[in-house]
């Protein structure tokens, strides 16, 4: 099983809208708070094998393997 692409431009403007308008913030603090919670999530989805670097949805779910021909990855990385 393969998992779904991160788009961190939808995840992005639904944290600032969050942000604005349920919790009254401004937009700067708004937008400070989106972009360190979008960047934490990019980095969880890499993988931290040293050899690989790919995103998990690079990896087939189940077996963990990089779907990347020429990577030697054999387990996603946490």
């Given at each position: 099983?393969?998992?779904?692409q991160?788009?961190?431009?939808?995840?992005?403007?639904?944290?600032?809208?969050f942000y604005?308008?349920?919790?009254?913030?401004?937009?700067?603090?708004?937008?400070?708070?989106?972009?360190?919670?979008?960047?934490?999530?990019?980095?969880?989805?890499?993988?931290?094998n040293?050899?690989?670097?790919h995103?998990?949805?690079?990896h087939?779910?189940?077996?963990?393997?990089?779907?990347?021909?020429?990577?030697?990855?054999?387990?996603?990385t946490?």
């Amino acid at each position: 099983m393969l998992e779904k692409q991160f788009n961190p431009n939808f995840v992005y403007n639904g944290i600032v809208h969050f942000y604005m308008d349920k919790k009254g913030y401004s937009k700067k603090k708004a937008n400070e708070i989106a972009q360190a919670i979008v960047q934490r999530e990019i980095q969880r989805r890499v993988c931290k094998n040293e050899l690989c670097k790919h995103f998990s949805y690079d990896h087939i779910r189940n077996n963990e393997i990089c779907l990347i021909v020429d990577c030697k990855c054999r387990e996603f990385t946490k």
